[in-house]
């Protein structure tokens, strides 16, 4: 019941220690986090619960055929209240999407941690 009440953050990174350490920092900020591999598992859990989702931080390079940035535009097209982070050990070549934040890798966990504060405010 708990669970329920707190905040979801949806991370999509193919790298799985990557993914657990943003996981790990979203549940500091009291947030339940869902984890995914790939756009494609993303966009389902988008399909079910984009309503209820408070963030969303995502690789550009993902397994699959879709990447971060067709992601992240299609997350805020559906959901433009939705908190959108993408990050990325590369420069930022692509336009995003209005509102969406970019992080270059690497970077420090205080800075997904003010992301996730400012998700939940």
Known sequence: MAQALRPTAL??????AQRMLVSILLEESEMHVIQCESAEAALRILD???MRLAMMFTDVELAGQMDGIELAFIARQRFPDLRVVVTSGAPRVRRLP???????????PLDVLREAERALH
């Open 11 to 16: 991370v999509v990174e193919d790298d799985d």
């Open 48 to 50: 079910r619960i984009g």
């Open 98 to 108: 209005d509102g969406t934040t970019f992080m270059a890798k690497p970077w420090a």
